[in-house]
């Protein structure tokens, strides 16, 4: 029992190891197209961000500052490590669904190694003046956008698989996609970021997110025909 427990575990530990690599090797192409086609156009539309934030400023108010900052929240990694945790450990030891577990991890860690890689290629510096506090760091791409779209775009495709109620599955999805639209928008409004940095990582973290999730499925389908 003990030998199959960590034939298991390193069964699964290779498996991850695996679907990353493969999923780096394949997206490194596509983002080097990325960096190389929209570096320059970012820099030359900052007139139209700084538009944006010219257009959201009536908006500005104590509550909806409140609000916003809740709404942040739900994005950073405060929230997303215990919510990344409690999913990989509710598939592995709860619902018994390993390949669940094993796509919460793989794309938790991966999705966060390319943030990181992107923000250190495009160089691009935050806004000047936040409205409430600075951020730290880099400012393209939006970390909080790749995150919630990796991370509840994930979500959404566990519920449909999970969710056997057509209505209920619809309704939690567009509750979803709206939370994601949301943490993307908060960080415009509390001025950490550009609405082109929010743009730009909604758009790769659901590319990555979908090549990850094809990778796996491909591996899956491998392993079981095994």
Do not use: C
Request: aromatic fraction near 12%; proline fraction near 3%.
């Amino acid at each position: 029992m003990q030998f199959a427990l960590t034939m298991g575990a390193w069964e699964i530990t290779m498996l991850i190891i695996a679907e990353v690599l493969l999923t780096l090797a394949v997206f490194s192409a596509i983002i080097a197209l990325i960096v190389f086609s929209i570096r320059k156009p970012i820099r030359k539309h900052k007139t139209i961000d700084l538009l944006i934030f010219d257009k959201i400023k009536p908006g500005v108010n104590t509550v909806n500052n409140k609000i916003m900052l809740f709404i942040t929240f739900l994005g950073k990694h405060q929230f997303l490590i215990p919510a990344n945790l409690f999913l990989i450990f509710y598939f592995l030891l709860i619902t018994k669904q390993n390949w669940f577990s094993i796509r919460v991890i793989t794309i938790a860690i991966s999705s966060l190694v390319l943030m990181l890689l992107l923000k250190q290629l495009f160089q691009r510096k935050r806004p000047l003046s936040p409205l409430l506090k600075a951020a730290r760091g880099l400012s393209f791409p939006s970390g909080h956008a790749i995150m919630a779209v990796t991370f509840y775009g994930l979500l959404i495709y566990i519920l449909q698989h999970i969710i056997v109620i057509d209505w209920l599955k619809y309704l939690l999805t567009a509750l979803v996609i709206a939370l994601i639209i949301l943490i993307g928008f908060s960080r415009v409004y509390l001025r950490v970021h550009y609405a082109s940095d929010v743009l730009g990582g909604f758009i790769i973290g659901l590319l990555w997110l979908l090549i990850s999730l094809a990778i796996l499925k491909w591996l899956e389908g491998y392993v079981s025909s095994l």
